[in-house]
């Protein structure tokens, strides 16, 4: 077994004619095709290796017994050829027998949408998905090699693949010339569709580092963050950031809602014997007529849709550039972003929090960094004040101010503070550090506060200019009339509380 290197992937696009879209076009659907047949096939054999002895003779094994269970397991997969390998033979065969698709298809490829099936039906098996999906008639986007060596693999200043050849756009941005200065391990041919018109691009996987640009330079400090629905509070060693989380997202929001009004009436209107009298669904409908005005309108809708995911990746990739400049050892509370989607479902679908703290942990393991993840039952930050105090807030009180010691915070910006003296090991916060740091730090605690109210006064006075159509977040309830007050910094109560003193009566 080759050993296995870091990756990275540098995307270029394509110039692509009519013809070469048509040829892709065929190629895509042959891949969607192959993909749903092994998926079919390798549903059955998932259900066979559950329904066998050897699986229930697995599931009787006691989990501490890790090695007779993975024996036992191995067993029960090999009995009915559920395998990466099985699945790469079987797909092999379908597409020999249907002569169209291995027409259109090479070799690597066609294992490599065999190995694309396995992880989805792999992540059903071990309970990490409910459910594996069928691909639809554009669902399916991408297609990718093995090697950079034959079947699909780039040349130099383009891509090669059975005949075809793509010229690429290649450009000066230093982060391509670091793609293609580096070693490709393989190529991957990307569909987009942006204004109703197709694009292709290449993704290079190479081998090695990305490219980390000079202003996105990573500090080996300690950052504490405290991530909410609207906004999110990061305290560094030396600055603070308390933001609207992704107020920039133009939410299109009402225009989705309007396409998806349009959609259910053509549906209706193509599938009447499909309803009820009474307006609902009937049961165990197989057969769904989809008019082409109808895919025009879905279409519309999901390029809306994938342009505000692309925006909010973005935006994430920034904030998480931002953190990773403070540093990159990590401590944040362990929020359950399920939870949150019972209360504010649809702002937790649009600005998608879990993504941004996959990608924090993602980049700062990378960068050779750590992330703890505590408990909020044991630590109770947003309770907790430097004195020692504990009183519980409601979610409406933004505003953190003791009754004892008189200190007066921003409510997630002092968590976030907070959070860097929590013990990794005994996940417990310690007091006595976080109050000797704070008089080092309550300037920039300030700042932050004050910089994050200008900011929050500015969106909602830009959100209700006769320009905007009402679809953007209000962000005129990020802040509160208490919050706002501390903008001046030199105000008595601000500056001059002394948490050693208050503790000492």
């Not at 009519?18 to 390798?42: H, M």
């Not at 993975?70 to 390998?85: H, N, P, V």
């Not at 409510?411 to 109050?435: C, F, H, N, Q």
Request: contains cysteine; proline residues 3%.
């Amino acid at each position: 077994m080759a050993a296995k290197t870091s990756s990275f992937v540098c995307e270029i696009p394509l110039i692509t004619t009519s013809k070469d879209l048509s040829v892709l076009a065929a190629r895509l659907e042959a891949g969607r095709q192959l993909y749903n047949a092994v998926l079919s096939e390798g549903k059955i054999r998932l259900q066979l290796v559950r329904d066998s002895e050897l699986y229930q003779l697995f599931k009787a094994i006691p989990k501490s017994d890790k090695k007779a269970r993975s024996t036992a397991f191995q067993k029960a997969r090999e009995a009915y050829r559920f395998s990466d390998y099985d699945l790469q033979a079987f797909a092999n065969i379908t597409a020999i027998a249907s002569v169209w698709i291995k027409s259109h298809l090479d070799a690597n490829t066609i294992q490599k949408i065999a190995t694309r099936t396995f992880k989805a039906l792999e992540r059903l098996m071990f309970g990490k998905a409910k459910k594996v999906r069928f691909k639809q008639k554009g669902q399916f986007a991408s297609l990718e090699g093995k090697t950079n060596k034959q079947g699909i693999r780039w040349t130099g200043n383009g891509v090669e693949w059975s005949g075809l050849k793509l010229q690429a756009i290649i450009t000066s941005d230093p982060v391509i010339l670091h793609g293609l200065n580096s070693r490709i391990k393989y190529v991957r041919l990307v569909r987009r569709i942006l204004n109703q018109k197709t694009y292709w691009c290449a993704q290079l996987v190479c081998e090695g580092e990305p490219y980390q640009k000079p202003k996105n330079i990573i500090n080996g400090g300690t950052v504490g963050i405290d991530l909410g629905v609207s906004t999110v509070a990061i305290v560094g060693d030396e600055e603070t950031i308390w933001t609207p989380f992704a107020v920039e997202l133009n939410s299109k929001q009402k225009e989705v809602r309007k396409l998806q009004r349009k959609m259910d009436r053509q549906r209706r209107a193509n599938n009447p014997d499909n309803f009820n009298p009474n307006g609902t669904i009937k049961k165990n409908i197989k057969r769904w007529n989809k008019s082409k005005r109808y895919q025009k309108t879905a279409a519309k809708k999901r390029e809306i849709e994938s342009k505000q995911a692309a925006h909010r990746k973005s935006l994430h990739g920034k904030l998480v550039n931002k953190t990773l400049k403070l540093g990159k050892n990590i401590k944040t509370e362990k929020v359950s972003v399920k939870a949150w989607q019972k209360n504010w479902g649809k702002s937790i679908s649009f600005k998608s929090p879990s993504s941004f703290q996959s990608e924090l942990k993602r980049k700062a393991e990378n960068a050779g960094g750590t992330v703890l993840m505590f408990s909020t039952r044991k630590t109770a930050l947003s309770q907790t004040c430097l004195c020692g105090n504990k009183q519980k807030k409601s979610l409406s009180q933004r505003v953190h101010h003791c009754s004892v010691c008189g200190l007066k915070m921003q409510r997630d910006i002092l968590s976030a503070y907070l959070s860097r003296y929590v013990d990794p090991k005994t996940e417990t916060l310690s007091i006595k550090l976080a109050r000797n740091g704070w008089l080092g730090m309550e300037q920039s605690l300030l700042d932050g506060w004050q910089n994050g109210s200008n900011q929050s006064t500015r969106t909602a006075t830009s959100s209700k200019s006769p320009i905007n159509d009402g679809s953007e977040l209000m962000s005129s309830n990020l802040i509160t009339r208490e919050e706002s007050e501390p903008i001046r910094v030199n105000e008595t109560h601000a500056v001059s509380w002394n948490p050693l003193h208050s503790c000492m009566g």
